[in-house]
Structure formats: C-alpha cells, structure tokens
C-alpha cells in the first residue's frame, strides 16, 4: 500500500489526484501547517531529514520532490500518462515536468516573498513582475496550441504543471480575461473527477476554485 504523507496546501495535493487518476490504493497520513509561520511541523523531519512535503512510501522504498514521485508513480503503475520513450511528445513531457518546479515555481516564490517583505523588497519587485510576466505570456501561447501540456491528451506533466498554475490564478491575478487560456486550462484540471476526489480526501486546499 502507497502512503502518502500529506500537509495542507502543497504540493503533495498533486500526488493525491494522480493517485486518484490511475485509481492506485493509497492511504493518507496528514500534517497540518503551524498557523503562524505556515510551516511544515517538525514530525515530517521523521520520515525525511528535509521535514518537507509531499514524502511518499511504497513498501520500503521511501521517496520525495514531486517530480521524482510522480515520474516513479507514472513508470510503476500508469505509463500510459505519459508519451512513448524517445518521441518528440516525450520530450515535450519531459520539459514541462522539469519546467514547472525548475522555472515557473520560482518566480512565485520570489513573488510571495516580496510580497510579505513590503516595502523593503521594491528593488525587486519589477524585475519579479516582469520575469513572471514572461513566463505567463509563454504558457498562454503554450496553451493555445493544445488542451494539454503535450497535446490533445492529459499526461503527468499536466498534474504537475497544476500546482505552479493554481497558484498563479491565486497570486499573480489571473482572470479569465487576462490570461483566458491559462484561466480555462485550469479550470479544466479542476473540473476532472479524480481531481475532485483527491480534493475530498486532501481536505485543505486555498487552491482550488
């Protein structure tokens, strides 16, 4: 049995939908985050050193980074989400898999805590504008092309394309008439069952819409 260990409002919602997708058996444990510092608690640090989520378990194999996860989850027990080895679709997958958590993250990382540092993060706050910016205009572009990341049919990439989106809608203002492609790619993840499911065993996502 696949364990997730699972904290409110992370990423780790991503594993739990795919879950739900390919219909694997799982089981929840949940961490709840401090409601101060929005900190994951210390007791995560028992299952990996880094204390941080998702962390999952599947028979002794114990494993963490949501790409890592979800690319083991996909060649264990569902390769049919993603494109057959050596494609051009593969490769395509393979970018928007490492592109998520490798370049689009970060600008709303930086973003957030720009945000919180007020006034004394100005210096930065238009470089941090402008670069995610960029990278909103290039995935509306992206998106005009097809109804998925790699084409007319979901794969992994768009559960972990989800998490960096969901966000943006949230933090950076998207609406459906400034980004409309990314506004309905969203909704349409939003709007799948296994999504639906997974948010009802998750419990707390601000996420979701």
């Not at 509306?140 to 998490?163: I, N, Q, R, Y």
Request: glycine fraction near 6%.
């Amino acid at each position: 049995m696949i364990t997730v260990h699972h904290l409110n409002n992370s990423r780790s919602q991503r594993i739990l939908w795919l879950l739900e997708e390919i219909g694997q058996p799982y089981e929840i444990v949940r961490y709840q985050r401090d409601a101060k510092t929005m900190r994951a608690p210390d007791a995560l640090k028992l299952i990996h050193p880094l204390g941080k989520s998702p962390v999952v378990e599947d028979g002794e194999r114990i494993l963490a980074e949501t790409g890592a996860i979800l690319e083991y989850l996909v060649e264990t027990y569902a390769p049919q989400l993603a494109p057959k080895r050596g494609t051009d679709a593969y490769w395509r997958y393979v970018y928007w898999m490492h592109y998520s958590e490798g370049s689009l993250m970060p600008q709303l990382l930086i973003k957030l805590i720009a945000d919180r540092m007020g006034v004394l993060a100005w210096p930065i706050k238009g470089m941090v504008r402008k670069q995610l910016a960029l990278h909103l205009d290039y995935l509306e572009c992206e998106l005009a092309k097809s109804p998925w990341m790699v084409g007319a049919e979901m794969t992994a990439a768009d559960v972990m394309m989800s998490f960096p989106l969901e966000a943006s809608v949230s933090r950076a203002g998207i609406t459906k008439n400034s980004k409309p492609k990314i506004f309905e790619y969203v909704a349409r993840l939003q709007a799948r069952p296994a999504y639906k499911r997974a948010l009802e065993k998750g419990g707390e996502y601000a996420y979701a819409k």
